[in-house]
Structure formats: structure tokens, C-alpha cells
């Protein structure tokens, strides 16, 4: 089985659930994320997009957030398990 | 020594008014938003309260009084944030007030329907004082999503009292109020559990506390200093500026750099 | 020498790391199955069929909750505030008071504090807890979150559009809460467009205009419906006038960069309904409402003054209205209007009375009993067309923010400077609009 590659979050289908190896870019940005609790080996799920296609909605360490492509592209992901898994109640609320 | 010590809680962004000599115990209120912080803060203050602004800057302030047992105790709401880093006006507000301004108690109130992001905050604070209470809110919520949580377990962990409340409805409160009470008297004594790093960081900040903790005198954390200075964090050094004095920090940057 | 970056890397994971391993230690999760209610809802919500319609419903929905509710309470209130003013009258005259007394203290200071607060009171009323309930709801952040694309194209933030939803209620109110907006760039785009949405103290001005000139034109059964689409109308007009001009300032004055965005969406929460209630009156009306009264009461005294003082054979009000008479045609408007304009910079709700007393020469504010009449006043006797009301409605939407929300922007910002750009901004811009428009129409041969 090929190793999963690593993709920014901006760009994880939506339903997927996936797993942050890492932030890359200034540092700023990086810890604002890290505020949240986006660090590596955060799980979080993708929901949604806005009607209009950007911000996208995420959900890890039991908060949904809204966040912008841009700032989104700065985590690096790592898929674990694609739209049709997820929705399992056991993901819900972590 | 270069210690100033301050009888007022006063500072850029901290002039509360209250003056120390007069003795009436604050309670700081800090926790993430979303978390019912405010439906409690009303709560016990009522109609006794005032909003206003922090010194200097467009970030509301609300205080209050409320009243435990006997006692009267100035409530302070800190703005609602996720972290107590340095990124905003928000941030800093919080993490000064919680350290520099000297509370008799900090109330965390966090989410039961999120436990794990609030505890982040939690453990954040209790690195910058031990004179710190958790209120695990929001616990209807919790129950009706099917999440329970182990109060007395989390206290033994954290180290700290943890009380849990709905301050929607107001239960739990008056046993939450009891702890902080206890906090304040001293009938409990809050033993905070401390995160540990890396040995490198470690050894880092056991070579700087020490002479931080010379200048500062026991007041204020100087563990939690330390390692804010080990971080880069700028605003802190501002802050000692500010609110405790001229610190003389060559020494530290050369014990920074002694760090391998 | 580990670099400062990486320490504060690792303290960070380290927190996290070990705030989730005693969450897990304390943490049960019950096993069954639990409807995410919070999840449904959203997804009808954000959606991209239902996301937009379901805000505008809302929208529509609060508005017409607020004027027609309003309705009554403002007449009983008018008619009671005005009664008293009989018995102040009354007291006048028993002690002997000098009529010009009696003029500025009650036909213009308290007749005008008695205005603002008949017309503001009972919309505010409505508003303000109607919007609480939603924001306790936790609905506000989907709105923000389906809009901030806009937003952000246009150089500014999602929030803005809670803000402006705010200044539907009143400007002031709205200012205060722009911060919610962490960059003070586009808190300051927010602040500085803010007054292109109509609060409360504006509607009766737009839909009494466009019930008489709009409405009135057509056939019974479609009058209201054709008042109502104007004054939807006007409000979009004022919606893309804020998302241009914030672009226009992202890209001159305030230029930079989008501000990273993240918005939680908590949890829907039942509002505690009778907290809103009485949090919401108490905060933003009240308050909002003392102040208000505040400014309104010097600019009652002057009107009064104006109207009544005399040279030669006519009032200054008079004497000014004539003088801007040409600038004012121009516009599409003529001089009185522009006075009212003036005066009214105070507040926005004695716009109307000021006209109406300038044209009846009364020397106080006054208001007609029916539209019936209002309109002969304007139409027959100063020759008002479709197109002095479109303006003046055009006016209204675009000029500058009231006196109680200039004093609000410079408190927020704490710059003289950005207060007074915040008042020469839209000025220019009504003017500009209205000029172009006359301009258009009357070419055009329409009128």
C-alpha cells in the first residue's frame, strides 16, 4: 500500500477526516493555528464550505471553526480515512 | 534588588482602582469564548456591575461584586480567549491581569462539551499562578450530548479544585463559589500539576528561573517567565517593564544563549 | 542554541498534548446514538441552496417585525409625549414665561428630545432583543461565514456583516461592536462604511417617501408591495455601496492584506429569552436612546432658533433654505432639504419634522396627520417630483453618520481624524450620487 501523501488542509475533500503533520510558512500565522489547537497529530474532520466556496469549515478538539483557504494551506495533512468512513458517532464531538 | 513593589493594581491596561489596602478579594474570570463565562459572570454579579473599558484600549471590561458567605469579592471578567499567548490585545489583557494584577483567585471556566481545547487554557494558566480554580460549565450540555465527566478524577489529575456548574440554571454554583472561597482562605491549597518538557528546555529554564526569581521577587511565577522568555515572547519583557519595574535582563539573554 | 521558534513549537504541542491526555483520562462518551442537531441545522443553513435565502428571509423577516410592530407604540408614544407637551405649554403660560422661552425650551428642546424618542424607542425596542436572541442563538457566525467570501474580495472582513446588521438598528450601537473584528484595518473599513446601512431612526423618512411617491403611484392592491420593494431597494443600494467603498479603501487609504479569518460556530444554544430582553433594553436601547436624546435636544434649540428668529421679512431658516436653493436643485433636492439636513445631523429622525416645519413655516416641528396631505404639501405647494424623493432617500441612505455616531467612531478610534473622514466621506458620496442621478433623470427627459 502506497504511504499516504501530505497535502495541505485547503486542499482535503470535504467529509474526509485527516490528520495535521505539520504547519509550514511564517510564523505568525503558524502559531495563530497552533492557538487553536491545530498542532501535528491533531485529527480533524473536513465539513464543509461556505455557499460560496471559501471559508471551509473544520472540526477538531470538539470545536468547529471556519477557516480561509489561505489560512488553511499553511497546515500539511495527512488522510486517514476517506468521506465515505467518516460520520461514524464515535468521530463526533473529539 | 530591583524590585518595585506596587500597593495599587495599577499598570498600562490594569488600573482597576482597587486599592490593595483595602482588602476586598478579586476574582479574575478568564476562560475560551462559548463558554457560558459571561452567563456566570452575570450570574453572580447581577445588577452590581460595570463595563467599561481596559486602559487605553478598545477591549470591554466588565466588573462586578458579588457575595460569598459573608465575604464581598470584586469579580473581574477577562476577555474570553483561547489562548493566553501574546497575539492579541485580548490575550494580553488576560495573561497580565492573571499574572501582574496579582488576583486573589483565577475562575477558568471551560466547556464540558469541549474539554480537551479548554484544558489547553487551563493548564496555561496554571503555569502562570497556583491561586487558580477550574469551573467545568456548560455541563447540561454535556449531558444531553452524552459526555460525562469525572470532576473528581480531573481535580486529583490537575491538581487544582474543579467544580462543575450549568450556570444557565445555576446549579453547582454555590458548591463552585464554596471552592473558591476555600482557594481564597486558604482551607485548600491549590497544588497545580506542571507540564513538562523536553530535558533541553527544562535544563534551560532551571539555569534562568533563578535569577529572574532574584529580581522579581516570589510574587509572580518566574517558572512561567522563563519560559516565555525561552520562547521569544516580547510582550513579556514589556510587561515586567511595566508592572513590576526595570528587570535587568542581560543575564537572562546570556543564559538563553547558554542553552544547547 | 535551540532557536526561540521551536521552543515555543514544543510548549505548545507539549499543552496540548498532555490537555488531551487528561481529557481522555476523565472523559466517558455514552455510546449511543446521538442526533448532531447542531450539524443539521448547519447544513441547511450554509447551504448553498438554502444559505442565502434563508438569510434574506431573516432579513426581511426582523424588518418587517420592527416597522410594522413599531407602528402603533410610536403614534400612542408620539400622541402621549405631545400631550404632555400641552401641560408643559400650559405650565408656561401660569408662570408667565416669556414666549421665546416657551419656544427654545419646549417647542425646540424638549419637542425634539420628545421626537427622537417617540420614533427610536418602539423599533429599538423590537430590534435590538430580536437580534440578541439570534446572536445567543449562535446563528450570527453562519451568517459570517456565508458572507465573508464577499467580504474578503472586497478587502475587508466576514464580521462586517454582523456589524452592518447591527447599524440596521442604529449606527452608534454598531460601531461598538465592530469590535469583533480583530484587524484594525478592516475594524476601521468596517467603522468607516458602516453608516451606508439605514438605521431605526431612518425608516419613517424612507417609507413614508416611498409609500407617497412609490407606492402611491400605483394601484391600491400593489401600493404596499411596491413601498416595501423600494425600501428593499434602497437598502441594497446601500449594501453595494459599502462593499465598493470598502474596496475602494482597501485598495487607497487602507490598503492591505486580508486578515486570517477564524470564526468558531458554537453550539446552537436556546436563548434565555427573558435575559435577552431585558440585557438588550437595557444595554443597547437605553443607553443608545439616552444619548441620542443627548444631541437631539441642542439641535431642537437651534431649529427652534432658526425658524423663529427673523430678519426682514423672513426666518434664518428660511433665508439659508433660498441661499443653497440652487445647489440644492442640483441634486435634485432644493435648499430646505438640505437644511433638514443639516439640522438633522444630530439625528437622523428629525430629518422629516425639520422639512415638513420649514415648509409649513410654522416655526416648530411639526407632522402631518395623513399622507394625504404631506403629499399635497410637497408636491403642490414646492413642486416635488418622483425624483426629489428618490434623492432624498438616496440622501439619506449615503450622507453622514448622526452626531451620536461620529462621537462613538472618534471614541472607538480615538482619531480625529478618522471621525471627521468618516462624516466628509459619505457626504461626498451623496452628493456625488444624488448630482449624477438628477443629472441622468432629467436628461433622460424622465422628469
Not at chain 3, 475587508?156 to 438598528?169: D, F, I, V
Not at chain 3, 407606492?215 to 465598493?244: C, D, E
Not at chain 3, 402631518?368 to 410637497?378: F, G, N, P, Q, V
Amino acid at each position: 500500500m502506497s504511504k499516504p501523501e501530505i497535502a495541505p488542509l485547503c486542499d482535503a475533500p470535504i467529509g474526509d477526516l485527516v490528520e495535521v503533520v505539520g504547519l509550514v510558512g511564517d510564523r505568525n500565522a503558524r502559531w495563530r493555528l497552533m492557538d487553536l489547537g491545530l498542532i501535528a497529530g491533531t485529527k480533524v474532520e473536513v465539513l464543509r464550505a461556505s455557499p460560496l466556496g471559501d471559508p471551509i469549515l473544520y472540526r477538531f478538539r470538539g470545536t468547529t471553526i471556519a477557516l480561509r483557504r489561505t489560512d488553511a494551506a499553511i497546515v500539511q495533512v495527512r488522510r486517514i480515512a476517506p468521506a465515505a468512513l467518516t460520520g461514524s458517532n464515535s468521530e463526533r464531538g473529539e | 534588588m530591583n524590585v518595585t513593589k506596587k500597593d495599587t493594581l495599577s499598570g498600562p491596561g490594569l488600573t482597576t482602582g482597587i486599592n490593595l489596602q483595602e482588602a476586598i478579594p478579586v476574582v479574575a474570570l478568564a476562560g475560551n469564548p462559548n463558554t457560558g463565562k459571561t452567563t456566570l459572570f452575570n450570574r453572580l454579579t447581577g445588577m452590581r456591575q460595570h463595563t467599561g473599558n481596559w486602559t487605553g484600549k478598545t477591549v470591554t471590561r466588565a466588573e462586578g461584586d458579588t457575595q460569598i458567605g459573608s465575604r464581598i469579592y470584586r469579580v473581574v471578567d477577562l476577555p474570553g480567549t483561547y489562548t493566553l499567548s501574546a497575539a492579541t490585545a485580548e490575550e494580553r489583557i488576560a495573561r497580565e491581569f492573571i499574572c501582574f494584577g496579582q488576583p486573589d483567585v483565577t475562575l477558568v471556566v471551560a466547556d464540558a462539551t469541549a474539554l480537551e481545547r479548554n484544558l489547553s487554557l487551563v493548564l496555561q494558566a496554571m503555569e502562570i499562578t497556583p491561586r487558580i480554580v477550574l469551573c467545568v460549565n456548560l455541563i447540561d450540555e454535556a449531558h444531553r450530548k452524552g459526555i460525562a465527566v469525572d470532576i473528581a478524577k480531573l481535580e486529583a489529575r490537575l491538581g487544582i479544585p474543579v467544580a462543575a456548574t450549568s450556570a444557565r440554571s445555576g446549579a453547582g454554583v454555590p458548591e463552585l463559589l464554596a471552592k473558591v472561597e476555600a482557594a481564597y482562605t486558604g482551607a485548600i491549597k491549590p497544588a497545580p500539576m506542571q507540564v513538562r518538557y523536553s530535558p533541553n528546555i527544562e535544563h534551560a529554564v532551571a539555569e534562568i528561573e533563578p535569577l529572574i526569581a532574584a529580581q522579581i521577587g516570589q510574587r509572580y511565577s518566574s517558572r512561567w517567565i522563563a519560559l516565555k522568555l525561552l520562547e521569544g515572547d516580547e510582550s513579556i519583557t514589556e510587561a515586567l517593564h511595566a508592572y513590576v519595574g526595570p528587570v535587568n535582563l542581560p543575564p537572562l539573554v546570556r543564559a538563553r544563549e547558554a542553552m544547547v | 542554541m535551540i532557536p526561540a521558534e521551536s521552543v515555543r513549537d514544543e510548549t505548545m504541542t507539549q499543552i496540548y498534548t498532555t490537555a488531551a491526555a487528561i481529557a481522555d483520562e476523565v472523559i466517558t462518551r455514552k455510546q449511543r446514538p446521538i442526533i448532531d442537531w447542531d450539524e443539521r441545522i448547519d447544513q441547511i443553513v450554509t447551504s448553498r441552496i438554502w444559505g442565502f435565502p434563508i438569510m434574506l428571509g431573516l432579513l426581511g423577516l426582523v424588518f418587517w417585525l420592527t416597522i410594522a410592530g413599531a407602528n402603533v407604540p410610536s403614534a400612542m408614544l408620539a400622541d402621549l409625549l405631545f400631550a404632555l407637551q400641552e401641560y408643559l405649554t400650559a405650565a408656561f403660560q401660569w408662570i408667565g414665561a416669556p414666549d421665546w422661552l416657551h419656544g427654545l425650551l419646549v417647542l425646540g428642546i424638549y419637542r425634539g428630545a420628545a421626537w427622537v424618542v417617540s420614533v427610536m424607542l418602539p423599533p429599538m425596542a423590537i430590534f435590538f432583543p430580536i437580534f440578541t436572541l439570534l446572536e445567543d442563538l449562535g446563528y450570527l457566525p453562519r451568517v459570517a461565514f456565508n458572507l465573508d467570501s464577499i467580504f474578503r474580495r472586497a478587502g475587508a472582513h466576514g464580521k462586517q456583516a454582523l456589524t452592518m446588521g447591527m447599524g440596521l438598528g442604529c449606527n452608534a450601537a454598531a460601531i461598538v461592536s465592530t469590535r469583533i473584528i480583530e484587524s484594525p484595518r478592516e475594524r476601521l473599513i468596517a467603522i468607516l462604511t458602516n453608516s451606508f446601512v439605514p438605521c431605526n431612526g431612518r425608516y419613517p423618512t424612507l417609507i413614508t417617501l416611498a409609500a407617497i411617491f412609490m407606492g402611491g403611484g400605483v394601484a391600491a392592491a400593489y401600493s404596499s408591495l411596491v413601498t416595501s420593494a423600494t425600501v428593499v431597494g434602497i437598502v441594497l443600494v446601500g449594501f453595494v455601496t459599502t462593499l465598493t467603498v470598502s474596496w475602494a479603501l482597501s485598495k487607497t487609504l487602507l490598503r492591505g492584506v486580508p486578515s486570517h479569518f477564524t470564526l468558531e460556530l458554537p453550539p446552537y444554544r436556546k436563548p434565555q429569552v427573558g435575559r435577552v430582553i431585558v440585557r438588550s433594553l437595557y444595554d443597547r436601547t437605553v443607553v443608545v436612546l439616552g444619548r441620542a436624546v443627548k444631541t437631539a435636544a441642542p439641535a431642537g434649540a437651534i431649529t427652534w432658533l432658526l425658524a423663529n428668529l427673523n430678519v426682514g421679512d423672513a426666518s434664518l431658516l428660511a433665508h439659508t433654505a433660498d441661499f443653497l436653493d440652487p445647489f440644492g436643485a442640483a441634486l435634485g433636492l432644493d435648499g430646505m432639504i438640505l437644511m433638514a439636513f443639516l439640522l438633522g445631523l444630530p439625528a437622523n429622525e428629525i430629518v422629516l419634522p425639520i422639512l415638513i416645519m420649514g415648509y409649513l413655516s410654522t416655526g416648530s416641528m411639526t407632522e402631518l396627520d395623513s399622507l394625504d396631505a404631506l403629499k399635497s404639501l410637497l408636491v403642490e405647494q414646492h413642486g416635488w417630483t418622483w425624483l426629489t424623493a428618490l434623492n432624498l432617500m438616496l440622501f439619506s441612505l449615503l450622507h453622514y453618520p448622526c452626531g451620536t455616531t461620529l462621537i462613538t467612531i472618534y471614541k472607538e478610534t480615538k482619531s480625529l481624524k478618522w471621525a471627521v473622514f468618516s462624516a466628509v466621506m459619505p457626504l461626498a458620496i451623496a452628493i456625488g450620487v444624488t448630482f449624477v442621478v438628477a443629472q441622468i433623470v432629467r436628461l433622460l427627459g424622465l422628469v
